[in-house]
């Protein structure tokens, strides 16, 4: 009888944990990061010795209308091969920068074949890329960053996407 009360107490326990888990590891949102329309006029470029690479891009960027977290330009730029990564232009600033991380398509035996993907909204600082970023194509992920003070910040990533 002592160890079904044992197994029974250490089921329950088991249970709120993995249910107070789920409540705390809450997946962001577009909505949880809110950013406000920028109306002004498009600053000069200014670019770093990173984003130097892509300067005919980000040229013609700087041109566009914000798309993405009220005062930024973001294209996704294919690497070649099922991969891509992220540019972005600061229309306030004239600041550009580029994603940390390049994503390849990726395949696992339960989601099969998932090509790579970047999505983000114009009212939102929220950037989530889809695919493998390591060059390991069973390894698919999503990753979440936000964009604070013109560069991305890794904030969440969630394996076996």
Not at 27 to 44: E, I, V
Not at 74 to 102: H, I, M, R, W
Not at 127 to 145: I, M
């Amino acid at each position: 009888m002592s160890f079904l009360s044992n197994t029974l107490k250490y089921f329950v326990f088991v249970s709120i944990l993995t249910a107070s888990y789920a409540l705390y590891a809450k997946t962001s949102t577009f909505q949880d990061y809110p950013a406000k329309a920028y109306l002004g006029k498009n600053q000069l470029l200014k670019l770093n010795q990173q984003s130097k690479k892509y300067r005919t891009l980000l040229k013609q960027m700087s041109q566009q209308q914000p798309n993405f977290a009220g005062h930024y330009v973001l294209e996704t730029v294919g690497c070649g091969g099922g991969c891509s990564f992220a540019l972005a232009y600061n229309a306030k600033t004239g600041q550009s920068f580029v994603l940390p991380d390049t994503f390849t398509d990726c395949y696992s035996k339960q989601n099969g074949f998932q090509q790579n993907d970047i999505f983000f909204q114009k009212d939102s600082r929220l950037v989530v890329a889809t695919g493998s970023r390591y060059g390991n194509p069973s390894q698919c992920e999503e990753v979440y960053y936000l964009v604070e003070q013109d560069r991305f910040k890794h904030i969440q990533n969630i394996v076996g996407k």
